[in-house]
T-cell receptor
Framework: SQQGEEDPQALSIQEGENATMNCSYK?????LQWYRQNSGRGLVHLIL?????REKHSGRLRVTLDTSKKSSSLLITASRAADTASYFC???????????FGQGTRLTINP | ETGVTQSPTHLIKTRGQQVTLRCSSQ?????VSWYQQALGQGPQFIFQ???????GRGNFPPRFSGLQFPNYSSELNVNALELDDSALYLC?????????????FGPGTRLLVL
């Protein structure tokens, strides 16, 4: 079963708008990561946030983590057509040597 | 490009057959993980290899097996293929088993079982 639940499952916005995706998880984690996947190809690592961090930025990406609510959000600002992809959150569980992925959010940026 | 390569890119097999998928890790990476991604789903962890030994396994039956070679390349073998094995198979490498933070994924092998 999946550790993470992502919301929404699909999101369609206009180019230039901001996109926000949410992820919830169930058990204690070492870190939470976000990945992008284009058209069923390989996963590209976007950003990692550790369990003792609350917010992290990387270019147009902003990630927040609330361990008390077991949730995270990914914000993409000033979206571009090239941002169209599926986005996955993945948690590294405490004491486990693996990543557990959510089911993903399919993001479409309309020109 | 992550430096992780996989072969073949696509594969069609029939039920009951056996398949071997290959992964070449990024240079200097001694840990490789394999994931199965069904259509419309997130990847699911199959197993991980570190220095040629299995180092963790997900909820997959024994007919899913693997190997890691001294040069840290890896194979995923699936016996007695079932229709539900149709999926994208991804491998990912990391520099050392202690550093689970960033996994570098290959482009995947898409397997279709008929």
């Amino acid at each position: 079963s999946q550790q993470g639940e992502e919301d929404p499952q699909a999101l369609s916005i206009q180019e230039g708008e901001n996109a926000t995706m949410n992820c919830s998880y169930k058990t204690s984690i070492n870190n939470l990561q976000w990945y992008r996947q284009n058209s069923g190809r390989g996963l590209v690592h976007l950003i990692l946030i550790r369990s003792n961090e609350r917010e992290k930025h990387s270019g147009r990406l902003r990630v927040t983590l609330d361990t008390s609510k077991k949730s995270s959000s990914l914000l993409i600002t000033a979206s571009r057509a090239a941002d169209t992809a599926s986005y996955f959150c993945a948690t590294e569980l405490q004491g486990a040597q693996k990543l557990v992925f959510g089911q993903g959010t399919r993001l479409t940026i309309n020109p | 490009e992550t430096g992780v390569t996989q072969s073949p890119t696509h594969l069609i097999k029939t039920r009951g057959q056996q398949v071997t998928l290959r992964c070449s890790s990024q240079s200097g990476h001694n840990t490789v993980s394999w994931y199965q991604q069904a259509l419309g789903q997130g990847p699911q962890f199959i197993f991980q290899y570190y220095r040629e030994e299995e180092n963790g396994r997900g909820n997959f039956p024994p007919r899913f097996s693997g190997l890691q070679f001294p040069n840290y390349s890896s194979e995923l073998n699936v016996n007695a293929l079932e229709l539900d094995d149709s999926a994208l198979y991804l491998c990912a490498s990391t520099p050392r088993v202690q550093d689970q933070e960033t996994q570098y994924f290959g482009p995947g092998t898409r397997l279709l079982v008929l």
